[in-house]
């Protein structure tokens, strides 16, 4: 008897885990379907997922998510994996912001990506990529520049 109660409380404490576990992995992609506003320009960029846009010459992308994770949380995760890049916190638009600039090669091409967590509500932020090359125009940089400053004022 007392190992069927035991095997019992085992299976429910399982099926709980498994429930819990996959109910987050829903809210995670609930989450990520949500729209951020961001001023763009639709003429220069295709927007091929929700939050997802490409640069018509595909030279840009810029890529914002919600985290179902809180901004202290997620600072947290970075730190721990990873060591190779230098993060900095600033403060914009009354949000915090953890960022971080490097090159990066694909297809022969360099490239700066910049990486932003923006703090929100306790147990959301934004995650914000942006991908450049590294020898773009200077409007282009400005044009980037300005789309950040939108996700900050407009979320």
Not at 10 to 19: D, G, I, R, V
Not at 99 to 120: G, H, Q
């Amino acid at each position: 008897m007392k190992n069927l109660l035991l095997v019992t409380l085992l299976t429910l404490f399982s099926f709980n885990f498994y429930a819990q576990e996959n109910n987050k992995k829903h809210l995670i992609f609930e989450i990520q379907k949500r729209k951020i506003n961001i001023d763009i320009d639709a003429a220069l960029f295709e927007n091929f997922a929700t939050n997802m846009y490409g640069s018509k010459n595909k030279d840009a992308v810029v890529i914002a998510l919600y985290l179902p994770n809180s901004y202290e949380d997620q600072k947290l995760k970075i730190a721990s994996t990873q060591n190779d890049k230098v993060w900095a916190e600033k403060s914009a638009y009354g949000k915090k912001v953890y960022t971080t600039n490097y090159e990066i090669s694909k297809s022969d091409k360099r490239y700066v990506k910049s990486e932003y967590i923006i703090s929100m509500q306790d147990s959301l932020c934004i995650s914000l990529t942006t991908m450049l090359p590294l020898n773009a125009l200077k409007t282009d940089k400005e044009m980037i520049k300005d789309i950040v400053k939108s996700v900050l004022k407009k979320n």
